[in-house]
């Protein structure tokens, strides 16, 4: 048990719908990563928040939003789904900006869209 | 941002023999971080071994152990004594450096099979 903490664990919606994931990050963890994986695409990060800002930027498309509150959970927000949204989404996270700490991954959300 | 290649799609190893899996990576940075993870069926991605790239001994944890080539630009993982729980999905890693957030860059991993 990593300690990171991933709702939903299966998401089954449609086309043009919206869904919200959301990782709870180690306790004591302020980052947190999202990273999608799909069986072409290997694992892409999309987004680093730190202590609720955001840190850094990958390949996220424009439908998708994430956040980072105060309680230091974290959303991902991906909207008006297409097909090729259908992936496993982690979350990771580990204690600081930088350093040499690993980072530590949730059992992700698995995504389906039909 | 920084590459992480690796080359071999499918490995294939009897138990308690030995295999190397292989990583090269492109990077400009001369202080950075690599990893290996594991991904085992159930999709958990689970860390393997570390090596800070300033550091020139090579990374050891138990059975799993590293060679670092920096000047290659090389990171590949040796498996020791295989057994049946370390057929999974192999991931290296780069972790880049504060310009793109400290988050990893990963290669599209190497499938090992374990067999008896």
């Known amino acids: 048990d990593s300690g990171v903490t991933q709702t939903p664990k299966h998401l089954i919606t449609a086309t043009g719908q919206r869904v919200t994931l959301r990782c709870s990050p180690r306790?004591?963890?302020?980052?947190v990563y999202w990273y999608q994986q799909s069986l072409d695409q290997g694992l892409q990060f999309l987004i680093q928040?730190?202590?609720?800002?955001?840190?850094a930027k990958g390949n996220i498309l424009e439908r998708f939003s994430a956040q980072q509150f105060p309680d230091l959970h974290s959303e991902l927000n991906l909207s008006s789904l297409e097909l090729g949204d259908s992936a496993l989404y982690f979350c990771?996270?580990?204690?600081?900006?930088?350093?040499?700490?690993?980072?530590?991954f949730g059992e992700g959300s698995r995504l389906t869209v039909l | 941002a920084q590459t992480v290649t690796q080359s071999q799609p499918e490995m294939s190893v009897q138990e308690a023999e030995t295999v190397t899996l292989s990583c090269t990576y492109d990077?400009?940075?001369?202080?950075?971080?690599l990893f290996w993870y594991k991904q085992p069926p159930s999709r958990q991605m689970i860390l393997v071994i570390r090596?800070?790239?300033?550091?020139?001994q090579n990374a050891t944890e138990n059975r799993f152990s590293v060679n670092f080539q920096k000047a290659a630009k090389s990171f590949s993982l040796k498996i020791s004594d295989s057994q049946l729980g370390d057929a999974a999905m192999y991931f290296c890693?780069?972790?880049?450096?504060?310009?793109?957030?400290?988050?990893?860059?990963f290669g599209k991993g190497t499938s090992l099979l374990v067999t008896p």
């Open positions: 990771a996270s580990s204690g600081r900006a930088g350093g040499a700490g690993e980072l530590f």
């Open positions: 306790s004591g963890d302020l980052s």
């Open positions: 928040y730190y202590n609720g800002e955001e840190r």
């Open positions: 990077t400009s940075e001369s202080d950075y971080y």
């Open positions: 090596q800070e790239a300033y550091k020139q």
């Open positions: 890693a780069y972790r880049s450096g504060e310009d793109s957030g400290y988050a990893l860059n």
